[in-house]
């Protein structure tokens, strides 16, 4: 069974920043990309950024380019999301995914960690 467990969500004021962490359970053979998506109360869960695991191919939503770097480590299968300039529009459940090289569809989730930024 896939394991996707994230770390590192927290309580933050404004201007501060974070890193959340994800680390996956498969073999980085069968891994296509993963990504963070996040979802805020009465919201729909949006995409945040992606890295395809080979090639580090990275993808952002405009709402976070220039603040936040998402980057991976291949000897751990561990992702990471650094969160510079956080604002309160950053609070959200964010999410870990994962994309397996045989459908290279987000598949597997992971249960969520909570960024709460304040003003």
């Known amino acids: 069974q896939v394991q996707l467990v994230e770390s590192g969500g927290g309580l933050v004021q404004a201007g501060e920043s974070l890193r959340l962490s994800c680390a996956s359970s498969?073999?980085?053979?069968?891994?296509?990309?993963m990504a963070w998506f996040r979802q805020a109360p009465g919201k729909e869960r949006e995409f945040v950024a992606s890295?395809?695991?080979?090639?580090?191919?990275?993808s952002y939503a405009d709402s976070v380019k220039g603040r936040f770097t998402i980057s991976r480590d291949n000897a751990k299968n561990t992702i990471y999301l650094q969160m510079n300039s956080l604002n309160a529009e950053d609070s959200a459940l964010y999410y870990c995914a994962e994309a397996p090289t045989s459908t290279r569809r987000f598949t597997y989730w992971g249960q969520g960690t909570q960024v709460t930024v304040s003003l």
């Open positions: 890295i395809t695991w080979s090639e580090r191919r990275t």
């Open positions: 498969t073999r980085a053979l069968i891994r296509y990309s």
